[in-house]
């Protein structure tokens, strides 16, 4: 890796004045602790933490509140989320500590649209001039940067900018990158447009299958209620399902924390091939428990 002050190179990238960072270490292993040392549970959504190798090709290179995901590749690299506005900046000084070149992704990904995920994607495609790939759903949010009438957390986010968005992606569909392949899985819930993206990285002969799963959370305004929206709770409930059945055998989410990445990065491994399992398990007792607290059922 190239030997580069993390610190400085998001000083840089920011003007100089906007974090305080520590140096990038120079291994795998050392960043990952160091990100746990750094990084608390549930941390701030704009709060730099250092880059560090998941796994084979695999990199989290997002803040300490937001994951984003870079997978790299001989003929360019995907990027799974672009954080906040000021995510966007910490992501592309992490993606450069690392040793790679911003101007090198050639595809953006993200894994729904809310502001705190994708806010960040125009600048990023800027720097990169990568192809951003949307569900028929999340294409105008992009595009527009404005939430949909159908997501249940509508009226509650101010706009955010607007990114290109240059292809339609639906459930089921495998993107292909040079050595990179990647299977689209269409999970709504959170949001209508909401995606979670399955691929498989190497290390020598030891492969993982790891799934980026969408939060998937009954998290909505006030006034919003899942039980009169029997489509969309449908679609929702099905998206649980899918998510079960995946084969997966490394996790992670766009809230780090709500895959415990901190604990497992203390317990010395990221993989459980019960993980994905687990993680629909936990979302479906939360929207159950939504659901009775919207009926007034026991």
Request: hydrophobic letters at 40%; one cysteine or more; charged letters at 20%.
């Amino acid at each position: 890796m190239t030997v580069l002050l993390w610190a400085g190179l998001i000083a840089a990238i920011t003007g100089g004045d906007a974090v305080q960072a520590v140096p990038a270490p120079q291994t795998a292993e050392a960043a990952s602790h160091q990100w746990e040392e750094v990084c608390a549970d549930w941390d701030d959504w704009d709060k730099p933490g250092p880059p560090f190798r998941v796994f084979g090709n695999t990199y989290y290179v997002g803040t300490c509140g937001i994951g984003a995901i870079l997978i790299t590749g001989s003929d360019g690299h995907v990027l799974i989320d672009g954080g906040t506005e000021t995510g966007a900046e910490i992501i592309a000084a992490n993606v450069q500590a690392l040793g790679f070149d911003i101007a090198d992704i050639r595809i953006l990904l993200y894994s729904h649209e809310h502001f705190d995920h994708v806010a960040g994607l125009a600048a990023l495609q800027r720097l990169s001039d990568a192809r951003l790939l949307a569900s028929p759903a999340a294409a105008p949010v992009l595009d527009t940067g404005e939430d949909a009438p159908s997501d249940p957390q509508y009226g509650m986010h101010e706009p955010f900018p607007a990114a290109r968005v240059d292809g339609v992606v639906e459930d089921g569909d495998v993107l292909t990158l040079g050595d990179i392949v990647i299977t689209a899985v269409a999970t709504p819930g959170h949001t209508a447009g909401a995606m979670s993206w399955q691929w498989q990285s190497c290390d020598d002969s030891q492969c993982e299958t790891i799934v980026y799963a969408d939060s998937m959370s009954p998290v909505s305004a006030d006034e919003y209620r899942f039980s009169d929206h029997p489509a969309f709770l449908a679609a929702y409930r099905a998206s649980i399902e899918k998510l079960s059945g995946l084969d997966c055998t490394l996790l992670l989410t766009p809230h780090p924390s709500a895959s415990a990445l901190r604990e497992r990065l203390e317990a010395g491994t990221l993989t459980d091939p019960a993980a994905c399992s687990d993680y629909a398990e936990a979302v479906d007792r939360r929207l159950r428990q939504r659901l009775a607290d919207e009926t007034g059922a026991p």
